[in-house]
């Protein structure tokens, strides 16, 4: 059994704070500050360009990859760690589509995540081969699924609902249909229990700065299936993903499997803090933080709907079909999303009503989603939003 | 007069070392630390996910581009940071030849950095309309420019020797013959006086982990004169380079000038430390950097010359047509850069034979550069080196 008493002692937590956007931005790792302090110390400042080997930084990225890819099920040396998630995208689209080349039609859905949309369009602009971006519903992506497919690509947790693809059943009917798989996992990876390899996902990638608490603009990961690992095409092709980076040869070699999905240096600095962030992890079992979580969501949506009758769920009710977070809908959700952030409750808005919550139990327990449900239904029932006080906020999924 | 003194008090130097490595990665910036200490703890800590607004964070790669912007002759509001160098490559070319989209030869020399060239081909694949990445030595691109050229893509100090290509009457050349350029400043920012507008450069990009001392890994910057910035197609077309990042439609529409060049979530830790370490530039005259980093070089080579026979010049001799470092070449290079390195004198090794030195007047001096040849004087005159024992090693360029 988890001790979550332990795990929430490894973050910092600012006093009045309730804080349900781990889903967005996760909290401050107690043990990052110093662990970033002394790799800048110690081996930045000491090592200076020794660090690249004698510090392990060049090394970095395959060695916190595979760390991330004990949380999704990805076996040793399939995820590498760099850029940020667009890229990442981009990478694996490109690469799935160069595998499956005898098709022309993206299938995604409308709540896939903007981002993984817009890196689409580009690619597919620059390839310039009557490529097209099939977007449905959510509860179309099953049956649109077909033999004119050559990738499918979704995000597993709706950012916006929280609500949940089946990555297993849709990758096994995306192969029967002969298309390959693109799953974005950045809802997903720390919040839920992942398994790349028994869903046989083609490609996945994900950002370490929600869930996985990597801090703000923290570095992304890319899994590719072992068995496309050394025929995947790298678009990006950049020297750090070369098969012998410091020949400097002028011509382009594909390095060894994952490898290959590196481009450019590493960003060594974030990802120390990325590193003491998965500190946190050791130990835990994520079967214990899905139950706890789906335990604390529903605590939340029965309480927000005995209490606040304004309130419109947008989430499943039934939490295995929910990631870990949870919306409401109200017509004045960006005001009442301020006003409660106002009084230390945090979670975010969506465009064009949504207030959205995640629960996260590494650092929140049931004390903190009752006294939120208080905050909100004084905030909704009695009024204490006037949208014109509160000034237009933009807040990072 | 810029006064250096003052300027080597502002970065951390380990007791025993000489570094002229600082053109590979630039040191520790005393204040570099407590600045990305305080981000995390005051910032990431307690502002959580508000920090994207009442933190700045969102608009730090503007702010911090503008600063690297004053230090290459750009205008306010041209330069973004973000991303790597590889991938500001890819933004800058891509936009460079779907302006120029009638011609189909980009033109490039050896002497570029190999990811340049590794990003090229990558994109060139993707497109797949005939593009010819045609690769000359330097001395040969000012006649290589004829109407055939798309893009003129080069690096314009040579990471092997220091070779300064003339940006602006390449530049010149290549507009005359209808042609558009991308410069990459990875070995000229915070080099060497750079004036993109002067020169008229279409694009420009670069690195800030080397002379601009941002970290290992720190994030790279791209330029797009003001005349090309709302023509220019965003390639790698992610959220934050969308007009409107929260309003999360589906379509990608490229915001308003180099906003467009963003892509992913910006690296906000890493931005810190750069942040920090560009104050150091504050009241320091680049003209003066230049001067003073001739005459180290200068000294450099006519001592090593002196006193090491066996050592041939690899870099140009005059110190106008040369960037901040110098090489010079031997058959037992490696060897003898290990033994360098083993007793304190940093600096670095090139395959095949080129042993690298980059003078960095911030926080080198003279004396430095004396003792530094007294070191290579007896290492290579007294064959204080053996191969066999010295592993090899890895370091980034």
Redesign the interface.
């Given at each position: 059994m988890t001790d979550f008493t332990r795990t929430r002692s490894l973050f910092?937590m600012?006093d009045g704070?309730i804080?349900l956007?781990g889903n967005?931005?996760g909290?401050?790792p107690v043990a990052?500050?110093d662990r970033?302090?002394s790799m800048?110390?110690e081996q930045?400042?000491?090592q200076?360009?020794?660090?690249?080997?004698s510090a392990g930084?060049?090394a970095q990225p395959r060695r916190i990859g595979d760390r991330v890819g004990r949380l999704i099920g990805a076996p040793e040396g399939t995820v590498v760690i760099g850029?940020?998630?667009?890229?990442k995208v981009?990478q694996a689209l490109?690469a799935a589509l160069e595998l499956n080349s005898s098709r022309r039609v993206i299938l995604s859905d409308?709540g896939n995540?903007?981002?993984d949309?817009?890196?689409a369009?580009?690619?597919l602009?620059?390839?310039?081969?009557g490529y097209q971006l099939k977007?449905v519903a959510p509860e179309e992506v099953e049956d649109a699924i077909d033999a004119t497919i050559a990738v499918l690509m979704l995000t597993e947790v709706d950012y916006r609902t929280g609500r949940l693809h089946d990555m297993k059943a849709l990758t096994q009917k995306a192969h029967a249909a002969g298309a390959l798989t693109v799953w974005d996992l950045a809802h997903s990876a720390g919040a839920i229990p992942v398994d790349v390899s028994g869903a046989k996902a083609d490609f996945a990638v994900g950002?370490t700065?929600k869930y996985l608490n990597g801090?703000?603009?923290?570095?992304?990961f890319i899994y590719v299936a072992p068995r496309h690992a050394d025929a995947a095409?790298?678009?990006?092709?950049?020297?750090?993903g070369?098969q012998a980076?410091?020949?400097?040869?002028?011509?382009?070699r594909a390095g060894a499997g994952i490898e290959r999905m590196r481009?450019?240096?590493?960003?060594?600095?974030?990802?120390a803090?990325l590193d003491a962030a998965l500190d946190v992890w050791e130990g835990v079992s994520m079967n214990e933080v899905r139950k706890a979580s789906i335990a604390l969501a529903d605590l939340f949506i029965r309480e927000v709907e005995a209490r606040c009758p304004e309130l419109t769920l947008a989430s499943p009710r039934d939490g295995d079909k929910r990631g870990s977070q949870v919306s409401f809908r109200h017509a004045n959700g960006y005001a009442i999303m301020q006003a409660l952030?106002a009084r230390g409750v945090?979670g975010?808005f969506?465009?064009p009503d949504a207030i959205r919550f995640g629960f996260t139990p590494l650092y929140i327990g049931e004390a903190e989603v009752r006294a939120a449900v208080d905050a909100i239904e004084d905030v909704v029932n009695n009024r204490r939003w006037d949208a014109a006080e509160y000034r237009k906020?933009?807040?990072?999924?």
């Open positions: 910092h600012p704070v804080y956007d967005s931005l909290p401050l990052a500050t970033v302090r800048m110390s930045w400042g000491k200076l360009i020794r660090g690249w080997n930084w060049m850029d940020t998630l667009s890229i981009y490109a409308n995540f903007p981002t949309l817009y890196m369009e580009g690619l602009r620059s390839l310039d081969r977007i950002c700065y801090g703000p603009g923290a570095p992304a095409r790298p678009a990006l092709s950049g020297w750090l070369h980076p410091f020949a400097f040869d002028l011509d382009y481009v450019g240096t590493p960003p060594v600095i974030a990802m803090a952030i945090i975010d969506r465009a906020m933009a807040v990072v999924t």
